[in-house]
């Protein structure tokens, strides 16, 4: 292992605690919308219902006033067959009680019928999906700014260009969304573009999977705009037969796609426009992180649900945000919901992640949500008191993740489930095996590769203007070339501030341990990762394994900061067979941070597969 360079000032190299707290100043800055004082409206404490709130630029707005179960997910049978046509239109939709209508870029089967987020395709393990997703997105220009900077898709005739990613999926490369895949409704496309209709041949294991947009330099604002959707793989004669009896269905099954926003009050979304290094980036900041939380195209909502067992499948659709999740009962006579709630915590049993069922139920009181990432678990209001009515879904992870500053009033909550009186309804026991899951055997990885996150900074202002993979843009030559078929052994190096959600397309990995390292001393060059070394170790402790939740199969693992993350990535499929396809056709893949504002400037790198 070669150690590589791992900040720079231009051509040279920075100080780390000058760079390290400029980088932290940088993300601050950047979600100061976020971060403003909050003035409550007049009125007496404790009020009769959720306090309303005002805060420029948005007009006050109030907590848990629309109705989930108002705004239905639309579901879609993607294992007849057929072609499905999945459109891309620019619409207006009322995310709010007190917002007029938001102009988003979303999907559907017609204009009508399109909305955020999109509809829920419903596959069929074994059954290959065909999904046609076309442009119908009529304005010339974007709805937020396009950084000119960026790798984004230069165009003669305008547009919005889009191409769509099913993340999580073993499909073949050119069904796979590639950033350089992207087509306009006016009729340009990407050099990499190859055909609207996309087939997914749904081998992998039954899981919950996500659509949105990937164009090269714009799927942070594409997805910001509202390209996103819901993909389910059901596997009906194989594991889900078998659990079918412990798993709530119907109104008991939730859909959550949750995502953070910013509004104006005319009802648009505020979208930053004024880049945070100007002169670089005149438009690009590393992330949105919005001062509400929007799920399933709902601003802050409500939904009443039985005293019983409910199934929660859920994905963080945001662009940067950081979640920890817990369910925490209101205090009683509380209806302000203001953080910290003083009831009790509802434990919750984690029963999947992004690539499907865990090996065992899992008791958590809270999770950790990176963006990508998907969750799948059982909550049973059984479980919280008799008295408690309201359980409010709540996050207190700070932002940037782990080191800025606190969730505040507007960010530290999520949803209210309103738990009515009817009888309680009892759930059954759960199996103690959910799924088999191997043992990894390292001893089966043909090469290990060491992958460090390098900051770049600017040398006038002295903040980052970008991350690399060791060094490397996206369009320097691929390195990552692995051989179908083998496995291999990734080590992520990130010295940086804060946490980066990795994601590989067409593969699912197993996260393996974290160890800590010393980032100043491997920045600053006065140590090293390489054991022949001469220079002291920058490893600072023992490798320690990843927790129980995420020893299941991941697309999306989390690279913490000051941490070396391993994980074993098997290029095949789930099953250990060979694909059902020819990975090393077609323009390949992408591995990237699913940070979008970082994926869109650099933070990505091809995977191209290898015969």
Known sequence: ??????????????AITLAH?????????????????????????????????????QKPLCKFVDDLAGAPLTFLDASAGKTIEIGAYDVYQKFHRDLPDTKVYAYGVSR??????????????????????????????????????????KLKNGGVPISVHLHGAETPSKFDGHPMAWHTAFGEQGPEFESQEHQYPNEQRATMLWYHDHTVGMTAINVAAGMAGLYVIRDPQGEERRLKKWLPRGARQLHLLIADRMFFPNGSMNYPNVGSVPNVHPNWTPGLRGDTIVVNGKVWPYLKVRRAQHRLRMVNAGNARTYNLSFQCAARGDYNFNPPLGGPVVPFYLIGSDGGYLAHPLRRTSILFAPGVRHDMLLDFNAAPAWCRDVILVNSAPQPFPV?????????????FRINERRPMAAPALPKRLSYIPAVDVSQAVKQRWLEI????DPVVNKTITMLFNNKAYMDPATETPKVGTSEIWHIINPTFETHPIHLHLVQHRPISRRPINSGGLINGSCSLDPSSSKPSCFTGPARPVPRHEQGWKDTTVAFNDMVTTIFVPFKGQDGKAFPFDATEGPGYVWHCHSLGHEDNEMMRPLIMTS
Not at 454 to 457: R, W
């Open 404 to 416: 800025g500053l606190n969730a505040d009033w507007f960010t530290g909550v999520v949803m209210r």
């Open 1 to 14: 292992m070669q150690p590589t360079t791992r900040l720079r000032t231009g051509p040279g190299r920075g």
């Open 454 to 457: 390098t900051i770049i900074v």
């Open 21 to 57: 707290l400029c980088a932290v100043v940088l993300a601050l800055t950047a979600t100061l919308p976020a971060m403003l004082p909050v003035v409550p409206l007049a009125g007496a404490q404790p009020m009769a219902g959720p306090r309303c709130v005002n805060r420029f630029p």
């Open 112 to 153: 009508s019928s399109a909305r955020y987020p999109g509809p829920v395709l419903v596959a069929k393990r074994g059954t290959t999906t065909k999904v046609k997703f076309s442009n119908h997105i009529e304005d010339k220009q974007h709805m937020f700014t396009v950084d000119p900077t960026l790798m984004a898709p």
